[in-house]
Structures are given as C-alpha cells and as structure tokens.
C-alpha cells in the first residue's frame, strides 16, 4: 500500500482519482442545491447503454468516445424526464426513477451481450459497473485529469451565475440571464463529471460522490464559495482514499472504497459539523439550558439581595462607599438604597 | 433611460391574456399605470395577481397582448425593471448572507462571468440599511426572521437600481415594524420618482398605501385613483361572492382586519 508514493504509475492513479473526487464535489454542490441530488444517479445509470453502444459501434475502448457515448445517452435521459414531468402528473423524483432503471436495463442487457460475443477485447468493460481506478492507462489519466479541471474552472467562472441559478432561478431570468441555457449547461457539465468518474467510482455509485461530499460540507459552512471549496476537498479526499486502498488490497473494486471513505466523511460532519452537528447541537442547548437555570438564579437571588438590602438600610444607616460597592453589583438595588436615603434624610 | 419622456406611461399593458392549461387565467388585460405611482393591485385569490406580475415580466408566456415598460418591449428595458418575487419562492436554508443575496441586485448590471467588487458590496450594504438591516448583514438567511427576510427581498430590488418596480405580497406574514419599514421604503422610492406595483391583501391598509388600484379578477375590473376606483361597489365585483366577509372584515377594528391574510 505504501508503495503509492513510490510507484510514478499509482502516484498518477491516485492524483486522477483526487481531480475526479474534486470535480464531482464541486459540480454536485450545486446538483445539491438545486434539489436534484438524484439527476446525477440518472446520468449515471444512463451512461452504461451510451459507453456500451459507443463500444460496439467501435470496438474500441477509449475514454473519449465513451464519454461522447455516454453525453448522449445522458442528455437522452434528462431530455425524457424533463417530457415525463412536463407531460404527465408525474413528479420529477418518481419520473427518474423510471428513466434511471430503463436505461440502466438496457446498459445490462447490452453488456451481457458484449460480453457473449466476439467483440475485440472487451474484457474490462464490466469494470464500469464498480470502478477500477487501477485499470486507467495514463493516457485516460490525462483525459480525464484534463477534463476535471476544466469542470472546476467552468465553475469557478459561472460560480455567480450558477449561484443564482441554485437560489432563485425565477429572478435570474428577470435580471436578464439565460438561465434556460444555464441550466442546460450545468447538466451538462454534471453529466461531464459523472461519465470521468465512473471509470474510477463504477455507474452503481458515482453518484455518491456527487451528493456526499456536498452534503458533508453543508455542515461545516454557510458560505457556499466554502461549501464548493470543502465539497471537492472531501470528493478528493474520497477518491484519493479509495484509489489507494483498493490498489494496496488487490482486487478490491475502487467504487466502494471511494463511498465507503465519502461516508466517513459525511458521519463525521453529522456529529461534529459547528452548528449544524449533532454534537454542536447538544452542546448548545444543554448551554442555553444550564444559562436559563443560572439566569433565573441570578433573578431569585437578586429579589433575595434586595430585599435584604431594603432590611438593613432600614437598620442601619449607609455609608458612601458601601452604596458605590452596591451600585455596581446590582443597578436595581441604586434606587431602592437611594429610596432608603432619602426615606431617613427626611 | 435616455430614451424615457414624459409621455410615455411606465407601464402599458394591452390584451394580455395567460392561461397555465386550458382555461385563460387572465383574460384581456388592459390597463396603463402613470409615474410615480404607488400602485395596489387587488383581487382574490387566484384572481390571478402574481400571474399577471409574471406575464409582464416574461416568466409565464401570454398567449395574446404585449406589456410595454416605458414604451418598449420589457427585453429591451429590462434594466429599468425590479421585481421582488414571494418570500417562499426560495429555500432559505440556501448557504448565504444577506448581503450577499442583496449583491445579486447588482448581477444584472455585472453581466456574465464578472463577479461583485468592492463596489457592490458598498451598494448593498446601503440598500440593507435603507429597509434597517444594516446589522444583520452577514447573517445566515435562514437565521432571519420572515419579516427580515421580505426586507433582505426588498433591499435586493432596491440594488437594482431599477425605475419601475413589481412586489408580489411584500406584507404577507410579516410584523407591524417591517410593514412600517416597507411603507417608509414605498414613499421614499416614489420621492425617488420610482413607480411601485403591490399586489396587496389587506383591503384595510389600501386607502393609506396606495395612490391607483388596480381591481383584478381573471379581467381588470377597475383602475384608477384610489378615492375613486377603491368603493364599495367595485370591490362586490371584484370579489364576488366573497364580499360578505370583506363587508364584515372591514367592520372590524383595523388590527383584526390586518390579520386577516
């Protein structure tokens, strides 16, 4: 395991696997906002028919045309939610449901198909279903590495504009934006992110790590520059997490690792996360409870204090000092000693 | 706003007609609003109020008429146009400021790709302490209250800069301060020489707010000056069968009627 940092070729397995983790954090915080953490999971299962028809039609197995291949079948899916829901009663969620499972169908049946005939070398397509970070050539680590950064920075240039787009879609379009075109966009640049990941995460669960690491940073910010930011630390930290391991422990898929690592994350923000955390929650309020019990305390024993302040004014005769002493303690015991004062002045 | 002269209404809109299915919504709008006016736009539910903001502002497709802003179609004189959408038309749960959804105002006039200064951000800290929340600029949304909220949606309007505004339900759910706060906030912009378009409930507060009416139900039913257009008569049109309760509600104390949303 610890040869990673030795091996140049598993030091560039790790350092895609990171990029991958990072774009997908970054572009599935807005997917998270949006409300349509389940889009990714349907661009997902949709792209096994788009790389399994990519490489029938070819025979070849190569990152860019399975990524067309795959952009295809994804903007396919989408454009029949969005014709379910437009035309039906159907509601978005249960409308994925059944896109994602149709395709996902047709990419088994595909893919069995492959794999019983005399297609060319075939073997490692099943790869996609899990993920092997291990079996990317470096020539796929350039694609893809390329095309991660190339997410992050379309983000970081639309960043307002996409902002705008998660918060409030209605006054962007007032304000004179596309927003039609900008959220045409930000599917595809989510479809970009799930297709370069799957060959790391598998099409089962890439979707994790578009949803994961986004949700885990919510609880640690309410900035959503620190959101995107935090959001692709965790998908990398994810990704680097499951290349490593799973190239350590042989024939261990990556996929899992990936999610399983996300998930650890995400439990740890759920209990420690400022504010929003479980744990940070219990603090507070045994805090504001134990400040509530004090408070009335302190109320008890200043109606205490000042009545015992009224008895011995009464009985004696006070001094200067003792009335400043008094003064700075309790404001309230001022004019009832003053009361007093004036009470055996007369 | 070179192109702005006196005789030229801020807003001009003839046949509009929306329907969301099959049934028309809005039938045949037609109506003209003169500058600086504060303006109530008033019918019931589903009279179809926000519907007409939204076909003004090209959000819902009409099917016939057009809307005129300053004579020219709203594509071209977009920049002259604030619009202060419902309060629940957002999650509140979004991770940002205040200020920093006031600085949203401003991307309009940013463009694409350019991202809010140094500049905006005086701006909108302006805007958020003309409607007093000043001091609660870097708070999270969702730790506002509603009526803070309704003025973080206004302050946003007011950073656009705009000439002709749309507010659909700005005193909906929210406390005496804040609707004092938008009161001031109205009378300042029409000092201003702004015009203000309120799609308003509360038939108590119309005489006081407002200077036209606009009565809306699925048809204009009047439009004009308040002492004249805002009687009886029209409202029993205007409401229909509902006019028993409005008769009534009217006759109970202000404060009661004020709830009444």
Same mark, same amino acid.
């Given at each position: 395991m610890l040869n990673l940092l030795t091996d140049p070729n598993l030091r560039w397995i790790l350092l895609g696997s990171m990029l991958l983790g990072l774009s997908g954090g970054v572009i599935g915080t807005f997917s998270y906002l949006r409300k349509q953490s389940l889009i990714g999971d349907t661009l997902a299962h949709a792209a096994l028919p788009g790389i399994c028809i990519a490489f029938m039609l070819t025979g070849v197995k190569s990152v860019g045309l399975f990524l067309v291949g795959?952009?295809?079948?994804?903007?396919?899916?989408?454009?029949?939610?969005?014709?379910?829901? %437009?035309?039906? %009663?159907?509601?978005?969620?249960?409308?994925?449901?059944?896109?994602?499972?149709?395709?996902?169908?047709?990419?088994?049946?595909?893919?069995t198909r492959? $794999?019983?005939s005399s297609y060319g070398n075939q073997s490692g397509l099943d790869k996609f279903l899990f993920g092997q970070a291990a079996s990317m050539t470096s020539s796929d680590l350039y694609t893809l590495g390329g095309v991660a950064l190339l997410l992050v920075i379309a983000c970081g240039l639309l960043y307002k504009e996409f902002k705008l787009l998660s918060f409030d879609p209605g006054y962007g379009r007032g304000l004179g934006f596309p927003m039609g075109l900008l959220e045409q966009l930000?599917?595809?640049?989510?479809?970009?992110?799930?297709?370069?990941?799957? $060959?790391?995460?598998?099409?089962?669960?890439?979707?994790?790590?578009?949803?994961?690491?986004?949700?885990?940073?919510?609880?640690?910010?309410? %900035?959503?520059?620190?959101?995107?930011?935090?959001?692709?630390?965790?998908?990398?930290?994810?990704?680097?997490?499951?290349?490593?391991?799973?190239?350590?422990?042989? $024939?261990?898929?990556?996929g899992p690792i990936s999610v399983l690592a996300a998930t650890a994350c995400f439990v740890a923000?759920?209990?420690?996360?400022? %504010?929003?955390?479980?744990?940070?929650?219990?603090?507070?309020r045994r805090s504001a409870r134990r400040r509530w019990l004090a408070e009335s305390a302190g109320v008890a024993a200043r109606a205490n204090i000042q009545a015992a302040m009224q008895a011995t004014a009464q009985a004696a005769v006070l001094t200067d000092g003792q009335a400043n002493v008094h003064d700075n303690a309790h404001p309230n015991v001022h004019s009832a000693a003053h009361a007093n004062e004036r009470g055996t002045s007369v | 706003m070179?192109?702005?002269?006196?005789?030229?209404?801020?807003?001009?809109?003839s046949g509009l007609t929306v329907a969301y299915r099959k049934k028309p919504v809005l039938r045949?709008?037609?109506?003209?609003?003169?500058?600086?006016?504060?303006?109530?736009?008033?019918?019931?539910? @589903?009279?179809?109020?926000?519907?007409?903001?939204?076909?003004?502002? @090209?959000?819902?497709?009409?099917?016939?008429?057009?809307?005129?802003?300053? @004579?020219?179609?709203?594509?071209?004189?977009r920049k002259l146009v604030g619009y202060v959408p419902q309060r629940e038309s957002v999650d509140w749960d979004f991770p940002t400021s205040a200020l920093d959804v006031v600085m949203m105002g401003r991307y309009g006039h940013l463009g694409l790709f350019r991202r809010p200064g140094a500049r905006e951000r005086e701006l909108a800290m302006d805007c958020l302490d003309k409607v007093g929340m000043a001091?609660?600029?870097?708070?999270?949304?969702?730790?506002?209250?509603? @009526?803070?909220?309704?003025?973080?949606?206004?302050?946003?309007?007011?950073?656009?800069?705009?000439?002709?505004?749309?507010?659909?339900?700005?005193?909906?759910?929210?406390?005496?301060?804040?609707?004092k706060a938008i009161v001031t906030l109205l009378n300042e912009l029409k000092r201003n020489g702004k015009t203000v378009l309120v799609v308003h409930h509360d038939l108590a507060t119309v005489a006081d707010y407002f200077d036209s009416v606009l009565l809306l139900n699925g048809e204009v039913i009047a439009c004009g000056p308040t002492e004249t257009t805002f009687t009886p008569e029209r409202l029993q049109q205007a409401y229909g069968g509902k006019l028993a309760f409005v008769a009534r509600s009217e006759r109970e104390p202000a404060g009661a009627a004020g709830n009444g949303r």
């Open positions: 795959a952009l295809l079948a994804g903007a396919a899916a989408t454009l029949s939610v969005t014709l379910i829901t %437009r035309y039906s %009663r159907i509601k978005p969620d249960a409308a994925m449901g059944i896109v994602l499972s149709l395709f996902f169908a047709v990419g088994i049946v595909l893919l492959i $794999q019983h930000l599917l595809g640049l989510t479809t970009v992110a799930v297709v370069v990941g799957i $060959q790391a995460v598998g099409v089962v669960l890439v979707a994790a790590l578009l949803i994961t690491p986004a949700v885990s940073a919510r609880y640690w910010t309410d %900035r959503l520059g620190v959101m995107t930011v935090l959001a692709g630390l965790f998908g990398a930290l994810s990704g680097a997490a499951g290349a490593w391991i799973s190239s350590g422990v042989s $024939q261990l898929p990556t923000s759920v209990l420690f996360g400022p %504010r929003r955390g479980l744990a940070a929650k219990l603090l507070g | 070179t192109n702005r002269n006196r005789n030229v209404p801020p807003l001009a809109v045949d709008v037609t109506f003209e609003i003169a500058e600086r006016q504060l303006v109530g736009i008033i019918g019931p539910n @589903g009279a179809g109020k926000s519907t007409l903001i939204k076909a003004i502002l @090209g959000l819902q497709p009409a099917l016939s008429g057009e809307a005129l802003i300053y @004579g020219k179609p709203y594509k071209v004189n001091d609660f600029a870097h708070r999270q949304i969702s730790q506002l209250s509603g @009526g803070q909220q309704q003025r973080v949606f206004l302050a946003r309007a007011l950073a656009q800069d705009a000439t002709l505004y749309f507010m659909d339900e700005p005193f909906a759910g929210v406390d005496a301060a804040t609707e």
